[in-house]
């Protein structure tokens, strides 16, 4: 039983022991940043590669934690993530005063979505989500000396808190509705098209709906997204939002399935307000944060198409997708943060010229944002693909064709950047950057996950043998 209780609970484990270690760290002998930098990085690789080892199914704690094959799989994308995460952080963290600090940040709040990830249970899932959420808002203001980080910090914890209120407030009425905050139990309480189950649901979807930036809940995601470091925006870009789509998935289609004809029309009006506003508004930015902002609202939208399936073709597209979207998103932030970490630019403007200079980081930005596109033969085509098909499942085509001609407008702003870097000139281009070697490590990495899961179908076909059990 002790053995497999440490099994079950392996990866939450090994992330404890590397908070734990950097505590210790943090309270000996000072040691260079680039020594620290390269000991964390080579741990969470061992963090990641420890992930398809001694893989267990099954539950503790009273069936509150539960363990699959999927939930595997979605944590080894989260550890991959953020290890390429840390790695594109090296430029900026080798001249930082806390590094330590930065790491068990991120880390408590990987635990957080870890724990998330194998809830069973309404409380359970509630905790997860805070301790995965507050964390980040400290990282959010991790730098002290600009004033817009605050402002930023300040606006993500007044949006956390209102829509952690409207969650908690949903699952207390979904608590006095079954009696019972475990997944299974409430699933067969709830009854379709009865006001209060309604409402109790519609209260849960406006608190999730906040944490991926669904529209009309965005409004926090790009003042967030711009005023905090770029690490932490590609944290929260990918790895916070990838947790709470794992999670929710898997939790609408369970516990809230005798609600599905409800929910199916709520996620279809969310769905084309996500992905025509994150279009509109990406069209306007000059910022790139901002930018990748109102794109992965755009790309979210795309997501809650898939969703809206409600079948296992949906659950595996969404999946899919997202490991899709942390190659594409995180080798567009790679680029982004060492040029913001040497040159200080965080405006399109800024890139002009860029292939002249750095042609390496130009390409690796230039495949990153054809991916998000949506341009075949980059991954990215075929995870819209996979998310527009299940979609169309449900007979809805007009929402299929929306969705389609907002993949056309968005190829307008993200080949906007591509003219920037290939065809336009500045009179102070940017100088020719050198790329350490982590940092370069991990771009290669985002460029050859972007193509090969693009050109291997058996990718997607092993994220659907995971989804059986939806």
Known sequence: MGIDFLILLKQELVVSVLIFLLLMLKLGKDRSNEAILNLVNVLLLLNFASGFFFGKEGAVFNGMFRSNALVIFEKNILNFAFCIISMQSYAWLKTHKHVIEFYVLLLSALLGMFFMLSTSNLLMF???LELSTIPLAAAVNFDLSKKQSSEAAFKMIISSAFSSAL??????????????????????????GDALHLFAFILFLSGVAFKISAVPFHLWTADVYEGAPVAVTAYLSVVSKAAVLFVFVPVLYTVFKPLQEAWYHMLFVLSLLTISTGNLFA?????????LAFSSIAQVGFILVGISAGSREGMASVVYFVLVYVFSNLA??????LISAVMGRENIDGYKGLYKTNPMLTWVLTIALFSLAGVPPTAGFFGKFFLLFAGAARGNYWLIVIAALNMVISFYYYLR??????????????????????SRLSLYACVIGIIVAGLLGCIYDHVFSLSSGI
């Open 332 to 337: 567009a932030f790679g680029v982004i943060s």
């Open 417 to 438: 950047l591509v003219k920037a870097m290939f065809m336009e000139e500045s009179d102070t281009p940017v100088e020719k950057i050198a790329v350490p070697a982590w």
């Open 126 to 128: 509630y905790l997860s």
């Open 283 to 291: 069209l306007r930015q000059n910022n790139v944060k901002r930018f």
């Open 167 to 192: 969650l908690l407030l949903g699952i207390s009425f979904l608590y006095g509705i079954s009696g019972s905050v475990d997944f299974a139990e409430l699933a067969a309480k709830l009854i379709a």
